[in-house]
């Protein structure tokens, strides 16, 4: 008798059903049968599953009866202690069986074992989107509200089933719901969830839950059936439940394209629970995105998602509005915090409120510091958005592209261009040689490992040219720090309460683009943490207004350095602490080298001149004495390199595995390259060649031709700052800081993908490069 039952209601899925009944045989649990309901289908479903020659397949034709029926066949035919539900267009994952068979055996309280789903499309191709929940074990109510189990993501005990019955065959559409209700209504048994995305379930434009109508009429009968045996149900509860149906036909129908069923779907869900979209962020996005489209001109396509990024311009301007400040002493306004999208057309205001000119000041140009000021006050907000990336871009090539300044780039921004642009001769010349078509040529051209190397220089030329290292830019940047501190307080409290392996929420801009953009994840999503295995023991990684911890970790870096210049020792010392707060929980081994590294130098500078000679000669002379006491430098740093891999080991391996085959790539296109990052190392591990590194990830995508650039505008930022910093210049010194920091981490990061997001910390090394004297008009 076999432990597992999975019964598998088909009608017309001939092209799935093959691949929903492998996902099931290939499981590494083995002992179980499948159960195949053909449910009088009119096409060759039920030849194909005859053909498949496994004794664990049993096939049984019958009349349609719909769904809830041909679940109840299978059930009276099921010999397994534990039975599964798999629809014949879903599919599961590996482990599935595994897991929750474990999960009933482990706990006899259990009656409904489901875990999160992932989304499908017809071709089988995951679209990055998920079923999940934070209620690892919900109650009825929370049931009957905000219910996350559907039947191709449970596994439940046959004792289970034998107490409440079947499926209510009355019902066409929500009976699954109805029978998860009535388990813990009627029951003691409780539903708990298995966190791991173990299934997949394909969205089809004919599928059952796209008859919204349909859908609508089985949902209040399905209500009816839970008030029967459920008196708690009627009133809000019923309201609320149907509110939440209605909600998800709503995206439903938004996603296949049919706006006019969404909007009366948003209708029907705001009827039902006019408060759904106050307390349900999923409701507010679903019903925000159905408003927009529908005041869209070019309905029913995806061109609205090209519109609706131009409407970022009004966003921009509602965020970042103009706010007359006052100075001391003056009654007149003399300063407008100006939004990045319109500066450009007005200028500052003058005292009379009339535009003026760019104006030269001692300490940087106030219009350029107001806007960036501006843009570092509002993060959080921008963050939520999704707006960080587009604004700080926009920022930047407002006040690059002012008086033509394109045309006097000067020395070090044009060699980070010129790594950029290597950069994409390298993907022309890959692609002419029979790489991708023409569309995905120019995907590669407008990625970061091209874009990011332009907006770097962009924004080193804007912080020289308009001396963007000003007291109101370094106020703004310990507000960031504050920002910081208060959110990492939370997020760490949150990670450590709960069983979350990581926190992303998509924001209203990540909800409008599609969802297999690469930039969703990493650009439009607001990433709070994630978990990681660090010295034996799983850590929260904080990431928050980044799209990664390292890159969390550089900005740490950056304020800290930065917070060192405030004058306000109140202000000074948030700053410092939401830096040190940025770096240490990031937990970013690269970051920390480079703090280490950025701070010895930041130090030795600070020195006096006639010290710094005799400092260099006494550290030579303890390097080397140290033999005279079996002190080993070099065995004593390869023991440290050691020590740091061993903190993340599986990370270390998987970059020094990557590392060598980009290396070992390289030695054969040692010219150009490739052109754009290769396949994964292995198919266990996600790790493209030619990334995680900006030396190995040049070489490997542009060859000696990106690779020479990088080096020498590295360089010469370096030795620039350097020769500008001393003891009594800390704005300097603070640059050199994070321009070494930068350095270091390039062995193991790729520091194109900082700059769209640690704007600041680029404008302050260009606001370095000047000696003193005024901005640039």
Not at 215 to 235: C, K, L, Q
Not at 409 to 424: D, M
């Amino acid at each position: 008798m076999p432990t597992l039952s999975v019964i598998v209601p088909a009608y017309n899925v001939a092209p799935f059903i093959r691949t929903a009944l492998n996902s099931v045989l290939e499981q590494r649990f083995r002992d179980l049968e499948v159960i195949v309901i053909n449910d009088g289908s009119s096409d060759e479903t039920g030849e194909i599953v005859s053909n498949i020659k496994d004794d664990r397949v049993r096939l049984v034709c019958q009349v349609n009866g719909g769904l809830a029926h041909a679940r109840n066949v299978g059930i009276g035919l099921a010999k397994g202690r534990y039975i599964a539900f798999l629809d014949g267009d879903d599919m599961w994952l590996p482990g599935y069986a595994d897991c929750h068979v474990a999960h009933l055996a482990a706990d006899r309280r259990v009656g409904i074992s489901f875990n999160y789903q992932a989304y499908m499309d017809e071709n089988s191709v995951l679209t990055g989107q998920y079923l999940t929940t934070a209620i690892a074990r919900p109650s009825l109510r929370q049931l009957m509200t905000h219910s996350r189990i559907v039947t191709g993501n449970i596994i439940m005990p046959r004792e289970c089933l034998d107490q409440v019955g079947g499926f209510d065959e009355r019902l066409r559409a929500c009976e699954d719901l109805e029978m998860w209700i009535r388990v813990l209504a009627k029951t003691q048994f409780q539903a708990e969830l298995v966190p791991r995305v173990l299934c997949a379930y394909r969205e089809r434009s004919n599928s059952l839950t796209m008859q919204f109508e349909h859908h609508i009429i089985n949902a209040r009968v399905a209500a009816d059936v839970i008030e029967s045996y459920a008196p708690t149900f009627r009133g809000g509860m019923r309201r609320r439940m149907l509110g939440e149906v209605y909600r998800i036909l709503a995206r439903k129908a938004l996603s296949n394209n049919d706006l006019k069923a969404a909007r009366h779907l948003a209708l029907e869900a705001l009827k039902a629970w006019p408060r759904l979209p106050l307390q349900d962020a999923r409701a507010a996005g679903t019903l925000g995105l159905i408003a927009i489209e529908s005041l869209m001109p070019f309905r029913g396509s995806r061109i609205w998602y090209g519109l609706c990024r131009s409407a970022m311009k009004f966003g921009y301007r509602m965020l970042l509005a103009p706010r007359p400040r006052a100075r001391k002493g003056h009654g007149q306004m003399v300063e407008n915090t100006l939004s990045p999208t319109n500066f450009a057309e007005t200028g500052p205001m003058s005292k009379t409120g009339e535009p003026q000119e760019l104006s030269s000041h001692p300490l940087g140009n106030e219009h350029a510091a107001a806007v960036l000021s501006s843009y570092l006050r509002y993060t959080p907000i921008l963050w939520a958005l999704g707006f960080l990336l587009p604004v700080g871009a926009l920022t930047m090539l407002r006040l690059f592209l002012k008086k033509a300044a394109i045309l006097r780039p000067g020395p070090i921004t044009a060699l980070w261009w010129s790594v950029g642009a290597a950069q994409a001769l390298s993907i022309v010349m890959n692609g002419i040689a029979g790489g991708p078509h023409l569309g995905e040529m120019l995907r590669h051209l407008l990625a970061t490992p091209v874009t990011g190397w332009l907006l770097l220089g962009i924004a080193i030329n804007v912080g020289q040219r308009y001396r963007l290292n000003s007291p109101a830019v370094i106020r703004a940047v310990c507000l960031l720090g504050a920002y910081l501190i208060v959110l990492s307080a939370g997020t760490l409290a949150f990670a450590a309460l709960s069983n979350w392996d990581e926190l992303a929420i998509k924001s209203p801009i990540a909800l409008m683009l599609p969802a297999d953009l690469p930039s969703v994840e990493s650009a439009f999503t607001m990433r709070f943490f994630l978990n990681e295995e660090t010295m034996g023991s799983t850590i929260p990684r904080l990431i928050l207004f980044y799209p990664w911890p390292t890159c969390l970790g550089f900005a740490g870096i950056a304020l800290f350095f930065i917070a060192l210049q405030e004058q306000n020792r109140f202000w000074k010392w948030i700053g410092i602490a939401g830096g040190l707060v940025a770096l240490i929980a990031s937990m970013s081994r690269a970051a920390v080298a480079g703090f280490a590294i950025g701070g010895a130098f930041y130090l030795f500078r600070k020195t006096a001149f006639r010290f710094q000679l005799p400092l260099i000669l006494f550290i030579c002379a303890i390097a080397a004495g140290s033999s005279l006491f079996n002190i080993q430098p070099a065995q004593t740093l390869s023991d440290l390199n050691r020590f740091v891999d061993e903190v993340r080991q599986g990370s270390s391996d998987a970059r020094q595995m990557g590392y060598d085959e980009s290396w070992h790539f390289f030695l054969q296109a040692p010219i150009v390259g490739y052109g754009w990052q290769g396949d994964t190392v292995a198919e266990t591990i996600p790790m493209h060649l030619g990334t995680h590194s900006s030396v190995y990830g040049t070489l490997y995508t542009g060859g000696l031709l990106t690779f020479v650039p990088f080096c020498l505008a590295t360089g010469l930022t370096i030795v620039t700052v350097f020769r500008r910093s001393n003891r009594r210049s800390g704005l300097q010194r603070s640059a050199l800081a994070i321009a070494l920091a930068l350095a270091t981490m390039s062995y193991s990061e790729g520091i194109y993908s900082f700059a769209p997001f640690t704007l600041f910390a680029f404008c302050w090394i260009g606001a370095s490069l000047n000696r003193p004297g005024p901005a640039h008009p």
